[in-house]
């Protein structure tokens, strides 16, 4: 080949590649979308400028202090907007994803569009503000509390910003309606549906913002494969101005291939208004397409395509460790990937309208969703209140219309947690009469807009309430969000709920919309109890939750709460501002209840050691031994299995709801586990740092220890790669405390511990228990040089802030100050004199007092406290031996 022809032919392909790309919106699409996230200035009101991405959002680090709140007040977005001449003539948009929670856009300087609400889509027409020169966008955004806008209050941070994607939206003139509260402009439903045949209906909604034209509406159906299935074409004769719905229903699809978990089949509609006399594509729309059918029955469950079908799986807020609710895209995706990967098959997007990219995943992996708007704990009594109700209900519906995986609305999560006007009754009932009108609107408009889906409306356990205010006869499906075992009462207390409804609302279908117990990952314990945060409670508590809903077929299904470990800032706890009960942790590490379910759930054989992320352990030999004996479990969906340490079996265990159970001996250093059932194997490392029982004994040589005062639980500092365990009362020989007893707050407090932020530190946990009125702490240590620390916090009173719904222990106000002020001595010298932790350090504030301590003539360490006022305490200890 001669070199000039080589040329010629690139330079032809070069052309065409040219040709292909700039034709192609207006060829192919008709629309261009371009993301407009990046070069954005982004100010606080009165703050200093700063360069952002988006999705962004001014809270991310301020809910991470020990300060409570968190700014909420307005943010002032800027950028420029390049347009060239091509968009001239064009019809322009801005389509922002999420803005929290009130916004304003100006273009130069004029306002183009506002919005109210931080969970749904809205999309600005900007056209007529344009002089495609040096245009700038301004979007001012405030989260600022607003009495008229839902949430009011939750148990979730309001974080504020422009914190989902934006879009610039180039269209033709002739188009799919923009003005359809945020939605494509096109909907589709399945009048009939069945093995044999489906029927399809598409709603188009067009508008003509030029001259009157003449178009067709084509509406094509395409397999998985991308085969055409069928199409169909409409004409319509545009007037100028005008808008016009196009019913299209699509006939006779044969055998259509069916959308479920196991097999979520996904067709494609592509509707397109095609310009009659040019034959060019004036717009194009795409959607999902899934054939399903279902019903909730009120004795025998769910059902999807006339099989029964309970529906397991999780809620989900959209926040993640350390970005807030700026998620990014590929993260919401695997938040969705990670139910599936769990077994899950059903996602309630809790307790708002998430990002259009996690519906599109349920749509994609099977996952059946119901969406709601946040209308959570109360309500304002105002019309305003009322219409952005109903505002958000249409733009949710709307909006989400499409997604196969949807099946319910929901609109009202526990209206009655916060009852008003206590103190007047007939107030009240003013106030109750409110809720359940708003209730009945929202539920009557939902019918309207949906006549195809279910509705719900979710209630916490307060059973009488709910049904003297009327509000379990209004939705289709009833909710319970079911806490027993937590909040209140004993886990064996959720089945009488179940049974309650069956008997009581038994033409009302149920789902147990929420239940869970705190987990923080680092807490574990071998008595687990209501509120110690250990991991170990987590999963004796769901083991009962998941049995008693498997076993009751007219339970429809049930959502945990939470699929994983979100913000919430008003909490306090082991945790502060993070609500733990997620089943992955806030930054989407597997809890071992995640692995539980995987056990409950898997179709497969599965087997999984759930203590192998606890891989760092401690504790106190047995007595006269080289070992501590400590369980450790497995989870599987198998009958038994059998366990081997460092190769030697250990016998094999029957399964107990799900869980496999052995004592293990550890011995100090590395013990290597293997379980083995059938031909399916787990292994893992345990790193056991052995404590002797008698430092006289001398068969294990002490190093280091870490010693919660007041508590049975062990603690896992990951920052410091330090281990923490429960105390022991002193034995002779060993170590442990004399006099006093744990920490139990105030007024009877039922919380573990104290559940108060601990300032200055993140290890919260060492010191919100403690021993209270301790005499003395005694180390028989052998002579040598050591070092010595004690941690101290005041856990009664110092709180100025109001009493807060969501912490454990909602009576922090009334608690009474006591002065308290001791002595501490080491071997019979003052180490501290007279101290009073709240005036010298302050209340609920991490101190640590550490020293060098020579031990000699095998006197061991022996620390008194002696009290000049109220009483000593000590919150934890830690001893390293230097040499
Ligand atoms: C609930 C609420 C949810 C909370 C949860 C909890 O009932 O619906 O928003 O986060 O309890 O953890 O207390």
Redesign the pocket.
Known sequence: MKKSSVRTKSLLILFLITFFVTNSFAQDSGRKLISLNDQWEFKKENGVTEKVNLPHTWNDKDVMDDEPGYYRGLGIYKRKLKLDDSAKGKDIYLVFNGVAQEAEVLINGKTAGKHIGSYTRFTVAITPFLNYKDDVIEVRVTNRFNEDIPPLT???TFFGGIYRNVNLLITNPVHFSQKENGSSGVFITTPQVSAATAKVQVKSIIENLSLAKKVQIQTTIFNAQGKEILSQISTLNMLSGGNDTVVQELNNIKQPELWSPESPYLYRIVTKIIDMKTKTVLDQVSNPLGFRWFKFDANQGFFLNDKPLKLIGASRHQDYEYLGNATPDALQIRDVELLKKMGGNFLRV??YPQDPLVLEACDRLGILASVEIPV?NTITESETFTKNCLDMQVEMIRQNFNHPSIIIWAYM??IL?RTKFENDKPRQQIYFDHVRELAQKLEDLTRKEDPSRYTLL?N?GAWDIYNKVGLTKIPMIIGW?L?NGW?SGSPADFAKFLDQHHKELADKPMLVT?Y?A?ADPRIRSFSPVRFDKSVEYCIYFNQIYLNEMLKRPFVSGGMA??LADFN?ETREETMPHI?N?GLLTIGRKPKDTYFLYQAYLADQPYLKITSAQWQDRTGVADSASLFCTQPLQVATNLKSAELFLNGKSLGIKEAVDHVCSWQVPFVDGLNQLRVVAGNKSDETDINFQLQPYRFTDQLVSFKNMNVLLGSKRFYIDENQHQLWMPDQPYRKGSWGWIGGEPYKGTNNRITYGSDKNILDTNDDPIYQTQQVGIQQFKMDVPDGEYELSLYFAELVGGISKEALV?NLDNTHKKEVEENRIFSVLINGATFLNNINLAKDFGYTTAIIKKTRVTVQNGKGITIDFTPVEGKAVLNALQLRKVY
Request: proline letters at 0%; hydrophobic letters at 30%; a negative charge.
């Open positions: 939750a148990d979730f809790a307790h959570i999560n526990e947690l979710v916490h969000n806490y909040y929420e869970g705190d709460w939470n919430s609500n009960k969501y």
